[in-house]
């Protein structure tokens, strides 16, 4: 695959492993910003892959987010085009067809939070700080913090977390809903390669349908989403995966998916 930059990329079996690699703090550039954009555009063309896992290097930081710097001269063009590419890099990451799970195994601030709640899932490690700390420097989360957030952890912890800086530890991002998992120190990896190891059991064809739907109740009013259920539910007819999952589970063995 295509050298991405300050990403670094394994895939082990069905799983894509992605490590943030920005030292000291794994900020977010002009180049991996587009990076990650390729990066999921290659992963969703290759059908071999059916999870993605991010995480950042090391053990202090997950991501900081963007470097201030890019903001210090108030330089408005430069903040466009920032705002461009961190919104076509998370929301390619939320539209990935397979399962995303973030190993937020550090600090996850700003930008480098915003990528988290772009994923499926979050694990978080029990040293880990999260914040969307962006007002108390004259900006705001403009990579899907106040909509994402909102609806993982609702208005009023969105508002604590954005508008008075509210920094949260694994134990209460677990409580408010903003991870789904907290898990020991240096083990959130692991934790997340056996979320992995589930979904390959799971027909990625399905999945995919079943991810969008979730994903558009976001948007879109439950009767017109039912109906898209329905309408996916038939259209999964028209794949080997759909036959090759109930042969299976009457012939008691394990499907082989074709992801087609």
């Known amino acids: 695959m295509t050298d991405y930059t300050n990403l670094q990329l394994s895939i082990d079996g069905h799983t894509a492993t992605v490590t943030l690699n920005n030292p000291p703090a794994h900020t977010w550039t002009m180049e991996s910003l587009p990076a990650l954009k390729q990066l999921v555009t290659d992963l969703n063309a290759n059908d071999d892959i059916y999870s993605l896992i991010i995480r950042g290097d090391g053990e202090k930081f997950f991501s900081a987010g963007a470097d201030l710097n890019n903001f210090s001269d108030g330089d408005k063009g430069r903040a466009i085009s920032m705002a461009i590419a961190f919104g076509e890099a998370f929301e390619a990451l939320s539209a990935y067809r397979g399962v995303s799970i973030a190993v937020i195994n550090g600090y996850a601030m700003g930008g480098g939070l915003e990528c988290a709640l772009a994923c499926d899932i979050r694990i978080a490690e029990a040293h880990a700080q999260m914040a969307l700390p962006e007002t108390g420097v004259g900006l705001l989360p403009c990579a899907g913090g106040t909509q994402n957030l909102t609806m993982l952890v609702g208005e009023g912890w969105a508002k604590r977390m954005i508008l008075c800086g509210e920094r949260v530890d694994a134990e209460t991002a677990l409580r408010i809903g903003l991870v789904e998992e907290v898990a020991v120190k240096g083990e959130g990896l692991k934790v997340a390669q056996a979320l992995a190891q589930k979904v390959a059991k799971q027909s990625p064809v399905a999945v995919s349908y079943s991810k969008a739907l979730i994903q558009a109740a976001r948007n879109t009013p439950p009767a017109q989403n039912l109906i898209h259920e329905r309408e996916a539910f038939v259209k ?14 009457l012939e008691k063995r394990k499907p ?5």
């Open 236 to 249: 999964l007819f028209d794949t080997n995966d759909q036959r090759e999952g109930v042969q299976a589970f």
């Open 256 to 260: 082989n998916w074709q992801n087609k």
